[in-house]
């Protein structure tokens, strides 16, 4: 079995910067691919950033060029620094480790971020 705890959420304001973290308990981090999502009231889950066991990674859209994922190996936590927030970043984030076919998926309880004026 695999906890994740974030940490990092808060209130910014707009053009703000926070950071996320995510620790993972267990021995399967290294290898497993980690993301953040984020949930807005009334909206899907949508993925923000992913990044593979070997590092490569992906971005939403709406978040490229503003959002950086990373991991940390040897402290078993993935990060998601993210700047020039703007209102619609408003959402609860959460952290999911998967193994690369999805047959391990675990998800955090998420953690609050409020971009608000």
């Known amino acids: 079995q695999v906890q994740l705890v974030e940490s990092g959420g808060g209130l910014v304001q707009p053009g703000g910067s926070l950071r996320l973290s995510c620790v993972a308990s267990g021995s399967i981090f290294r290898i497993s691919d980690m993301g953040w999502y984020r949930q807005a009231p009334g909206k899907q889950r949508e993925l923000v950033a992913e990044?593979?066991?070997?590092?490569?990674?992906t971005y939403a859209d709406a978040v490229k060029g503003r959002f950086t994922i990373s991991r940390d190996n040897a402290k078993n936590t993935v990060y998601l620094q993210m700047n020039s927030l703007k209102f619609e970043d408003t959402a609860v984030y959460l952290c999911n480790l998967h193994s690369p076919e999805w047959i391990l998926n675990y998800w955090g309880q998420g953690t609050q971020v409020t971009v608000s004026s």
């Open positions: 990044i593979k066991s070997r590092g490569t990674t």
